[in-house]
């Protein structure tokens, strides 16, 4: 696989993105130098360490085909929800993206489309990923479930279970250097714990050795904008962590 550097905003990029900051509702701020950067020190709350975890041992799903990944997803019936859908959604983006974001579920809009992450919820994560330089096309988004639950209901532990092999095959052959996980549903699944993601945020975890990190649904953000700082926090950290791996 063919490894692609991320790109490194230019200066000249700053004004366009602040555009983006601003639907995320962040006041963008100038830096200045690395001193005074180190200097001042947050007014709200300090900023959590860095941890890392020992990957939990995850029995691998043999890799297959994507072409062929894709249409077996397309045509499952291992659960009930299959009864349900319009259509399955498998996920969309760069198949050898470095990044990798991962969502709970499809919804109404995504059912429909055969997209993930549409509508309103999906216009606020095209502007969190242009606040740090990247496009949707660039990365590779995807959903632990590839059916959308009745009334948006949260998965059963039955529907996790039928779907997860796909989503782990989907991280197997897209090896990514890093798993943005976003909601309560897809965290507790790829890292095993019951734990609330305001507590495993600002932390750098791993799935099968891949940095991985939580952060809000942006679905959960349109209904607490108060909580985009938070997020915002997240995806530097995530960015942080991916450069450094280059």
């Not at 059916?147 to 989503?167: G, V």
């Not at 090896?175 to 993601?197: C, D, S, W, Y």
């Not at 952060?215 to 997020?231: G, Q």
Request: glycine share 6%; with cysteine.
């Amino acid at each position: 696989m063919q490894v692609k550097k991320l790109p490194i905003m230019a200066k000249t990029d700053l004004v366009r993105n602040i555009s983006y900051l601003d639907a995320l509702g962040i006041q963008a701020w100038v830096r200045r130098d690395v001193s005074s950067e180190r200097s001042a020190a947050p007014e709200t709350e300090p900023a959590a360490p860095v941890l890392e975890q020992t990957p939990a041992v995850v029995t691998k799903p043999s890799l297959m085909p994507w072409e062929q990944l894709q249409t077996q997803i397309a045509s499952c019936a291992q659960c009930e929800l299959a009864a349900g859908r319009t259509q399955s959604v498998f996920g969309i983006g760069d198949a050898q993206a470095d990044l990798m974001i991962i969502g709970e579920a499809p919804g109404r809009d995504e059912d429909m489309k055969g997209e993930p992450f549409v509508g309103r919820a999906g216009l606020l994560l095209n502007a969190m990923l242009h606040a740090i330089g990247l496009e949707r096309e660039q990365i590779f988004i995807a959903n632990v479930l590839k059916c959308r639950p009745p009334q948006n209901r949260d998965p059963s532990l039955a529907e996790i279970e039928a779907c997860s092999n796909y989503l782990k095959a989907q991280i197997e052959h897209i090896q990514p250097k890093m798993l943005l996980v976003v909601g309560r549903i897809a965290a507790h699944f790829l890292l095993e714990t019951n734990v609330a993601v305001g507590k495993l945020r600002l932390q750098v975890h791993h799935y099968q050795g891949i940095p991985l990190i939580v952060t809000y649904h942006p679905a959960y953000l349109l209904r607490r904008p108060s909580e985009k700082r938070k997020s915002w926090d997240d995806l530097k950290l995530a960015l942080a962590t991916m450069q450094a791996q280059t």
